[in-house]
């Protein structure tokens, strides 16, 4: 049992577009992170968000932390063929044990 | 920046061999992590520790056991390989900093076990 989703699993879409990818859960953790990884590579983290509600931004990437600390999104605006990756949510629970989700594919085509 | 080394980004072995995969990080962080990564099934975590010669099973530890004598290697180890181990294996570590636990990976080591 997956306790993280994320939708979609694979997204493919044209440079420039915007586009948005979820992460959500039943539980709350008390914090979250998100991961790029790119083929052949080991993921890099690329934020993590602690408090319910918490916005971060990381140049053309916003990242959410919903107020209830369950789920998680991540918006990426022009997107560049260079966002081309798997992304991945990772939950941190109480007992500083993480939990993935199963990632979510994008394709920016040129 | 935190640098995590595995030993080997390719390895192929033999069904009934044994299997090392080395871990290597270099900021002194007390947690490291072993996951599988598959297609469709994500990152699963095989076993970690929080401490020199300490480790804990992860969710998949069976067909696996781990060694840490040092706080900067950990060690993932296939006793007798077999097919369904064929995978993307990936090490972390992690440490308490600024009040936030955060993973590093390293590059990872795709295994094929024929």
């Known amino acids: 049992t997956q306790l993280l989703e994320q939708s979609p699993q694979f997204l493919s879409i044209q440079e420039g577009e915007n586009l948005t990818v979820y992460c959500n859960s039943s539980?709350?953790?008390?914090?979250l992170q998100w991961y790029r990884q790119e083929p052949g590579e080991g993921p890099v983290l690329l934020v993590t968000?602690?408090?319910?509600?918490e916005v971060k931004k990381l140049k053309r990437l916003t990242f959410q932390f919903g107020d209830a600390r369950k789920d998680s999104s991540l918006h990426i605006t022009a997107a560049q063929p260079g966002d081309t990756g798997l992304y991945l949510c990772a939950g941190l629970d109480n007992f500083n044990k993480f939990y993935f989700g199963s990632g979510t594919k994008l394709n920016v085509k040129p | 920046d935190v640098k995590v080394t595995q030993s080997s980004r390719y390895l192929v072995k033999r069904t009934g061999e044994k299997v090392f995969l080395e871990c290597v990080q270099d900021m002194d962080h007390e947690n490291m992590f072993w996951y599988r990564q598959d297609p469709g099934l994500g990152l699963r975590l095989i076993y970690f520790s929080y401490d020199v010669k300490m480790k804990e099973k992860g969710d998949i530890p069976e067909g696996y056991s781990v060694s840490r004598e040092k706080k900067e290697r950990f060690s993932l180890i296939l006793e007798s390989a077999s097919t369904n181990q064929t995978s993307m294996y990936l090490c972390?570590?992690?440490?308490?900093?600024?009040?936030?636990?955060?993973?590093?990976f390293g590059p990872g080591t795709r295994l094929t076990v024929t």
């Open positions: 972390a570590s992690s440490t308490l900093a600024g009040g936030l636990y955060e993973q590093y």
């Open positions: 968000v602690v408090t319910g509600g």
């Open positions: 539980s709350v953790f008390s914090s």
